[in-house]
């Protein structure tokens, strides 16, 4: 498993900021009926200033589609219940209609930060080191800025293995074991040659990391890296339009929460085991049950005439 790696190309080389980097990483696996679980993985961005930031740069060791990354401040920014929930604060949202920012302001009104939406000519791909590194044009500004956007696709794959369990023939066929490894800016796992790129620009030390693994209640979580922070059932009828699929409201979601402080690179490992009872799963096994009863029962009727 390789790491993603988050930094930035200065407007000036000899400029000091100090820059402070907050990340959010919303890791959603919805079940989608009898289908493969619905999985994509949000990241956001907090820079306390960005002045001297020419070009934002994320990093991703697989190879990225331009419709497998996208800007998502759209599917939020004007539902103000929204907005609360995704930070978990009481916030409000002001915004013109001539802006791509959005000012961010609490309960007492105060100035917290600004939300940024991105457009397509604000994203290039570059294909290098085995990856794709998405550069991100970004405001000049000395205040926050905070920035959200969705990663989907065969990166998404990639971070998580599947095995069955081995320790009961029944549990194997209905039930399935994922490991989900994540990592961001893990240098053991880098390119030398992104890694001198990056030394050349400018690194970001990560002051606050939150990772948020949201899942069905029906999973169950049997192993991580540390202790979960905290464990909460989602709002599900709030999200139905954020998360693109209908009729999640019907169901039930927990989003189990780890934190990471001042640290310059972090991983991420969580082991779960899920139920995948659907009908082709629960017909195959029927089907095998029922020609099982029928080799038994001639069995033992020719055992019978045998002793008979």
Known sequence: MKSIAIWY????????????????????????????????LDIGIKLSNTKNIKTLKIYFPIKIKENEFEDIVGKFIHKVDLVSAVFNENYKVISTTSSKSYEIRNAKNEFVFNIYKTSISDLTFEQKYDGTIININIPKQEITNYFRFRIKGDFINSLSSVSVPTNSLLESAFSEIEMIDFRVNEIRDLNQDLLEEM????????????????????????????????????????????????NINKQIYLAYHWKETNVESASTLIKTKYEKNNWKTISKYAIFAFML????????????DLIK
């Not at 407007?11 to 907050?22: A, F, G, K, P, Q």
């Not at 069905?216 to 709002?235: A, M, T, V, W, Y």
């Open 9 to 40: 190309k200065p407007v000036n080389d000899n400029v000091e900021l100090n820059e402070i980097l907050d990340l959010h990483f919303n890791f959603w696996k919805i079940p989608n009926g009898s289908k493969r679980s619905h999985k994509f």
């Open 199 to 246: 030394k050349v620009e400018k690194l970001l030390k990560i002051q606050k990391q939150h990772f948020f693994f949201i899942c069905s209640k029906d999973e169950e979580l049997i192993g991580n890296h540390q202790p979960f922070l905290s464990c909460r059932n989602l709002e599900n009828y709030r999200w139905d339009d954020y998360v693109g699929i209908k």
């Open 293 to 304: 009863a029928v080799i038994i029962e001639l069995f033992s009727n020719w055992l019978y």
